[in-house]
């Protein structure tokens, strides 16, 4: 690795310099839009901390903040979770086996846990230690320690959250965060599994009651809700990309046959967790008008398959929509930028010195 590609870029924003005393948020959303792949680990967890507002735009009081927050998770997590990374767990496992509270939540965090594999996989291996795994179990089992960690968290979440509970999906929005603060540890936790943790939970805690995911979550009341936001993604389909969107129209392809996961799921089904971490680089870049950046990165993904959809045949613009298969990322988020920028214009500044003196010179002639 060169040494251009270890150079750290948000890390320096994250500190006061002689002419700034507040964190750099701005430049590092900017940043951060077009991705921060090829960057230290760091600066990605550093990045999303900061755009996901649990870091302080004053950095001084982020040691504070930090020990409080790890507090506060851990103290909300149940006394009978403690000890949960420690547990060995087969895949299958019956209600009634869990000594908890809530058997009913873990059973339904546990299932949905051990089906995230495709991206726990991508997680350093730490299996539960002096345990010895079922044959059908043994792939999961080398990620032990991490699935109790997740498992923990969501059972937490959701049983502080009462209103909001759990929702089969939120087990793909969590990993992510979990994985890259875990890259970070040694660094910025000093090596601590129990901050990695408490802040993981935090991040999911801040995507999911401070934008708008959670209303793309099925329920009675929400689905006019979810309706009427997709419907918001095809208007803006049409207006960027009017002849693929002819295409699906023509077709009565529903949003929701094709594109509903990827918004609530934030993309987590359709890339591996190397290319997802670059998109949700730039969805947190855009954190306070998340769900709506979701749909622009929506069309940078209908663009890239494009060639693909086809006129009349539903069978082949289906499955280009549902099957993916986007390796350039950097393209896909290229598009999504520049339909934002186009769409988010913002009138130009005023200048005082600058246009008085254009006065002045004017007057001169």
């Known amino acids: 690795m060169n040494t251009k590609e270890v150079e750290f870029k948000i890390m320096p924003l994250m500190h006061s310099s002689f002419d700034r005393e507040l964190i750099a948020i701005d430049e590092i959303r900017q940043i951060s839009s077009h991705s921060l792949d090829g960057l230290p680990p760091e600066d990605r967890a550093y990045a999303w901390l900061a755009m996901l507002g649990i870091y302080p735009m004053n950095p001084s009081l982020w040691p504070e903040t930090k020990k409080n927050l790890v507090a506060e998770y851990w103290s909300l997590v149940p006394d009978e979770l403690k000890d949960w990374h420690t547990k060995h767990m087969p895949n299958q496992m019956c209600a009634d086996n869990f000594n908890l509270q809530n058997k009913s939540l873990m059973t339904i965090v546990h299932g949905d846990i ?19 795994p079922n044959p059908e179990d043994e792939n999961i089992f080398q990620f032990g320690v991490h699935a109790r960690r997740l498992e923990r968290i969501l059972y937490t979440f959701s049983s502080f959250h009462r209103g909001l509970g759990y929702m089969q999906g939120f087990n793909e929005l969590l990993p992510p965060f979990y994985y890259v603060l875990l890259h970070a540890k040694e660094t910025l936790f000093d090596n601590s599994m129990e901050t990695v943790e408490a802040l993981s939970f935090h991040c999911l805690q801040e995507l999911l009651t401070k934008t708008e995911i959670c209303d793309l979550y099925t329920t009675t009341d929400h689905s006019s809700i979810i309706l009427h936001k997709l419907n918001d993604f095809v208007n803006l389909m049409k207006k960027h990309l009017p002849n693929e969107a002819s295409i699906i129209e023509g077709l009565n392809l529903h949003p929701l046959l094709y594109c509903y996961r990827w918004f609530n799921l934030m993309f987590s089904q359709e890339h591996d967790l190397p290319s997802l971490l670059a998109i949700w680089d730039a969805l947190f870049a855009h954190f306070d008008q998340l769900v709506l950046f979701i749909y622009y990165v929506g069309i940078g993904h209908v663009k890239s398959v494009s060639s693909r959809l086809v006129r009349g045949d539903y069978g082949t613009t289906i499955s280009a929509l549902q099957n993916l298969e986007i390796t350039d990322i950097k393209s896909v988020l290229e598009f999504a930028n520049q339909c934002w920028t186009a769409d988010h214009k913002t009138a130009k500044k005023f200048d005082f010195k600058k246009d008085i003196e254009k006065f002045f010179n004017f007057s001169k002639k």
């Open 114 to 132: 051990v089906r995230t594999g495709r991206t726990i996989f991508f997680f350093p291996p730490e299996p539960i230690p002096n345990a010895t």
